[in-house]
């Protein structure tokens, strides 16, 4: 096989309900003839039980670095042994990384301890390239260490926050190449790393298979009015904003449900604030749901609405506009690129309760602007965010940055 077409994926956690997308990306690939292997920093987010086929499937030939054991002692002796230079280099990589600061030098040498891991599962099944999803800095270690190709994608908002700290310039110019969900995302990481760098970052958009996320037959009664939203509980996905644009609705007298479907760190203050505004009739909890049950809720709802302070280029928003699923968004980051305000879907400022509430109200209100916007929102899909379309597109990156000649020469379709 292809050296080009040997990747080790590199993961925060694998299989994980918020990141379906990278096993679809990961499977897409594999069906493209790519040999990928999954390192997983931890395991499953589920018991084996809760998980999808699929997902058990991924979880079987995943190599997990967390706990350390014997892997850990194994992978730590033979880079000792076998790479000492690059063993070196690699500890001494992270305490740079981890500055002058104590706690972030401990946890760098926690990534240094995983890389090591990590890399070493890479090189002994035979892989020399390393790709990283959420774990960059453990991947540009790794590399480091045994002299691995490296490269990154970058989701954001979170890794723009911070550049310095994210060590971006140095993860840009150590890698291969960095993979960018939207042109919003490739500004950032062109904002923070040398403009020497800036050819080899590349856009490659997520994307969602429309053959599975098909839209089904509209609900002809829509009472009460059924709102969605797909995403972990955080305060960056706002969902308070959402409950309380969808408390001024039923204050004026519509009947509406909002069902929220996920968990995270702010579900005990979200259900303590529907509580406080007397929403708790209207406002369902649903709690982590696989792929299936997901999308059984899409064909359940009127809407899906996301209030969110920050995001990439969100999946869940291309899952719903594939089933025709009107959406209401706020303009934030690369959500603009997704959809333009009135002809995919609506868009709204972050922040501003009134506004959401006026723009979900419309849809409420216009059977007819629901269908239009629905039918808009897949032809979208279709045309920039299919998932086959859009993995054909990466493995091209993959290919383009291959070979040494294509590196060196600053190798980039986008050189600026």
């Known amino acids: 096989m292809p050296e080009a077409s040997r990747v080790a994926y590199l993961i925060s956690r694998y299989p994980a309900i918020n990141h379906t997308f990278i096993l679809r990306e990961v499977l897409a690939l594999r069906s493209l003839g790519f040999d990928i292997q999954t390192i997983a920093i931890r395991g499953a987010d589920r018991p084996d039980a809760a998980l999808t086929p699929a997902e058990l499937n991924e979880r079987k030939r995943t190599v997990q670095v967390l706990p350390f054991g014997a892997n850990f002692v194994r992978a730590h002796l033979a880079a000792v042994?076998?790479?000492?230079?690059?063993?070196?280099?690699?500890?001494?990589?992270?305490?740079?990384?981890?500055?002058s600061n104590l706690r972030a030098r401990i946890f760098h040498l926690i990534y240094f301890a995983e890389a090591v891991v990590a890399g070493y599962a890479a090189k002994r099944a035979g892989f020399r390239h390393v790709h990283a999803h959420f774990s960059s800095t453990v991947g540009l270690i790794a590399a480091r260490v045994f002299g691995l190709h490296f490269s990154v994608t970058i989701h954001g908002p979170d890794e723009f926050r911070n550049p310095e700290a994210f060590a971006m310039r140095e993860k840009v110019a150590n890698a291969r190449f960095i993979a960018t969900i939207s042109h919003y995302g490739r500004s950032q990481v062109m904002l923070s790393s040398d403009p020497g760098d800036w050819g080899k970052v590349e856009v490659c958009r997520l994307g969602v298979d429309p053959s599975v996320f098909m839209p089904g037959p509209k609900r002809e009664a829509a009472e009460p009015f059924r709102v969605i939203c797909v995403g972990r509980l955080a305060p960056v996905k706002a969902q308070q904003i959402l409950i309380g644009a969808c408390a001024k609705l039923v204050k004026a007298g519509w009947r509406l449900r909002l069902h929220l479907v996920g968990s995270g760190p702010d579900e005990g203050?979200?259900?303590?604030?529907?509580?406080?505004?007397e929403m708790g009739a209207h406002v369902v909890f649903e709690g982590p749901r696989n792929q299936d049950e997901v999308i059984a809720l899409y064909r359940q709802s009127d809407v899906f609405a996301l209030a969110s302070f920050g995001e990439g280029v969100p999946v869940?928003?291309?899952?719903?506009?594939?089933?025709?699923?009107?959406?209401?968004?706020?303009?934030?980051?690369?959500?603009?690129?997704?959809?333009?305000?009135?002809?995919e879907g609506l868009l709204v400022a972050p922040s501003d309760v009134e506004g959401l509430a006026r723009a979900i109200g419309e849809l409420l209100k216009n059977p007819e602007l629901r269908v239009r916007l629905g039918r808009a929102g897949r032809e979208r899909v279709l045309r920039d965010y299919d998932l086959r379309t859009n993995t054909l597109t990466l493995a091209d990156v993959f290919r383009k940055y291959a070979t040494p000649e294509t590196v060196d020469s600053g190798g980039g379709s986008h050189g600026v």
């Open 81 to 99: 042994a076998l790479h000492p230079a690059g063993y070196l280099a690699g500890l001494l990589l992270a305490l740079r990384l981890g500055r």
């Open 316 to 343: 869940v928003l291309m899952e719903a506009m594939a089933m025709e699923l009107p959406c209401v968004a706020t303009w934030v980051n690369g959500v603009p690129e997704l959809i333009r305000d009135g002809e």
């Open 269 to 277: 203050r979200l259900k303590q604030f529907t509580e406080s505004i």
